[in-house]
């Protein structure tokens, strides 16, 4: 009679804690797509500060002012 007390709660515990692994898994999961959402925000953010920085460069302005003017 002890023997089959011990195996059912060896068994529930097994099988909470499995619950849990699983839980904390897809928690995982959940946060790493949201980190990779926002990296790939932060990237497009980077490319969009180069560009702008590209133009506001004195060279840039320059060169496209002339070749305004040479048209």
């Known amino acids: 009679m002890e023997t089959q007390t011990i195996v059912v ?5 097994v099988i ?8 904390l898994l897809a928690a995982i999961i959940a946060l790493l797509v949201k980190v990779r ?3 790939d925000s932060i990237e497009q953010v980077t ?12 060279a840039k ?11």
Do not use: H, P, Y
């Open 61 to 71: 302005v320059v060169g496209e002012v002339t070749k305004l003017f040479r048209k």
């Open 16 to 23: 909470l804690l499995s619950i849990a692994i699983l839980a």
């Open 9 to 13: 709660l060896l068994t529930v515990t």
């Open 37 to 39: 959402k926002i990296a």
């Open 47 to 58: 490319v969009n500060v180069a560009s702008a920085t590209e133009w506001l460069s004195v």
